[in-house]
């Protein structure tokens, strides 16, 4: 007999062995030799014909790469395939964190919503809100000057735009102070991602309110005191995007706002005062041209006077518009105007908003605490 060593080698052991390059015969190791057998299939090459994209078998020696194999660096693959799968999954990566965020941050806004709806002393301020301009209108019983158009629908309008700027001036720069007061920002900077699912889920909230206290205001107004709505299409779309503007141009400003008061109690004192003034210079209840043209040029430079002309132009008939300054809706200036805001507040919001949690830390926090027991002693 003839045995096979390791390296495929035939030895004398009687029987002819298949040596490494498959060549010879075949015979059983250790059994009696065999003078013909099937061949030994070598195991199909990696890049053998069954290989998916390379129906043509390996290339032959010296020959080039094919290029219909995909998963090259410099070929396209078949058609609809990423040349550079790696690409994608970093992209892919890189938006997963986005998504999480925004979805985060959707989540938390509906739980706040939840919360404030079950909070009967936070419905009643927005509600409030909403019974003082129902007053307001019932007791206005004359005309605006110069047209046939009632004073009530002037003072719904503008009150519509004031309670927008409310929100998103008012109430937005008090829950940031306040929370941050109770270390929810310091909380947040701990967790991944805990700052822009904050920011996405407090946006929800202020557009989510604003649009609420909006059409309880206008639906209430048409029932009880016959107020105003959109005349047409043209009435809605341009109250839509009137709405969502102001709401631009005052949010941002309002979390920069937020981002620097110092303290709860002075945030209502400090806010509260420039906002009432903001709604008597700027005709919200009453019309502009009855206030002195210095007053109005000031009024001009703030997004109320054009949030309350912008709702204006959308709820009242166009007679309306011989109260105006310049005797028109100007809406071109007022989406002009509205921009300028929105832009101004995200550029002053987004590194007082980062400043603002950079500086928190636990000594800040207790220190503020511990303020705030000894004012609350000394003023007992």
């Known amino acids: 007999m003839r045995r096979t060593n390791v390296t495929g080698e035939a030895t004398a052991t009687g029987g002819e062995a ?30 053998g014909p069954d290989r998916p994209g390379n129906p043509d078998g390996p290339n032959r020696p010296g020959e080039p790469d094919s290029p219909d194999r995909p998963g090259e660096p410099d070929s396209p693959g078949r058609p609809g395939e990423p040349q550079h799968p790696g690409h994608l999954h970093h992209r892919n990566r890189a938006n997963g964190p986005n998504r999480r965020y925004w979805r985060a941050g959707f989540q938390r806004g509906r739980i706040e919503l939840g919360h404030l709806v079950h909070n009967p002393k936070e419905m009643s301020g927005h509600l409030i809100n909403v019974v003082v301009a129902l007053a307001l209108g019932g007791f206005v019983s004359r005309t605006v000057p110069g047209t046939q158009v009632p004073m009530t629908h002037l003072t719904i309008a503008g009150f519509a735009a004031y309670l927008l700027f409310q929100v998103g001036l008012l109430n937005l720069p008090q829950i940031l102070v306040t929370e941050r007061e109770e270390g929810a920002l310091l909380r947040l900077r701990a967790t991944p991602g805990g700052i822009p699912a904050y920011l996405v889920a407090k946006s929800v909230l202020v557009v989510v309110v604003a649009l609420g206290t909006l059409a309880v205001l206008l639906g209430s107004a048409a029932l009880l005191v016959d107020g105003p709505l959109p005349h047409g299409l043209g009435g809605w779309l341009t109250l839509l995007w009137v709405t969502a503007l102001g709401l631009l ?77 310049a005797g028109s809706w100007e809406l071109p200036t007022v989406a002009l105007v509205l921009t300028a805001w929105a832009v101004i507040g995200f550029l002053l919001a987004v590194p007082l908003l980062r400043r603002a949690t950079r500086r928190e830390s636990g000594s800040r926090l207790t220190e503020r605490h511990r303020k705030a027991e000894q004012n609350g002693a000394g003023a007992a």
């Open 249 to 325: 141009a005052v949010v941002p400003l309002g979390a920069a706002i937020g981002a620097v008061l110092p303290n709860p109690r002075e945030a209502l004192a400090l806010i509260m005062l420039p906002s009432m003034a903001l709604l008597i210079t700027s005709g919200a209840v009453f019309p502009i041209t009855s206030l002195p043209v210095v007053v109005q040029k000031v009024a001009t430079v703030f997004p109320l006077k054009w949030m309350a002309q912008g709702l204006r132009s959308a709820l009242l008939p166009d007679a309306a518009r011989a109260a105006e300054p």
């Open 18 to 47: 298949r040596t490494a390059d498959g060549t010879g015969t075949t015979g059983e190791i250790g059994g009696p030799g065999r003078t013909s057998g099937p061949p030994i299939t070598p195991p199909p090459h990696p890049d």
